[in-house]
């Protein structure tokens, strides 16, 4: 069965950080590209970042660039996201994805998809 569970959510205060996680079962992660959505209530759904399956390139969002940091590590099967200078416009559901090939700023078309963990930030 293949699962993709994110964690890591939570309040963070306006500047903080939080760090989500995405653990992988059912298939075999380095065969994909990961990354990482985000949909704010009321908005669009939108790209925050990827990492590449062979090359490792990373890609991210504008409103994230110098502020996240995707990683992954294939041995555990888990994909991370560091998010730091966090800002109250970064609150949101986070979804963890997998796709062949990453876009602009996410994977592209994805296969899988996790059930999301939500980010607050707030004062």
């Known amino acids: 069965q293949v699962q993709l569970v994110e964690s890591g959510g939570g309040l963070a205060q306006p500047g903080g950080s939080l760090r989500l996680s995405c653990a992988a079962s059912?298939?075999?992660?380095?065969?994909?590209?990961v990354g990482w959505f985000r949909q704010a209530p009321g908005k669009e759904r939108e790209g925050v970042s990827c990492v590449a399956r062979r090359d490792g390139r990373t890609f991210y969002g504008d409103p994230v660039k110098g502020r996240f940091t995707i990683s992954r590590d294939n041995a555990k099967k888990e994909v991370y996201l560091q998010m730091n200078s966090l800002k109250p416009e970064d609150t949101a559901v986070y979804y963890c994805a997998a796709a062949v090939y990453c876009g602009d700023s996410a994977p592209y078309d994805p296969e899988y998809w996790g059930q999301g963990t939500q980010v607050t930030v707030s004062s």
């Open positions: 059912g298939f075999t992660l380095n065969d994909y590209a």
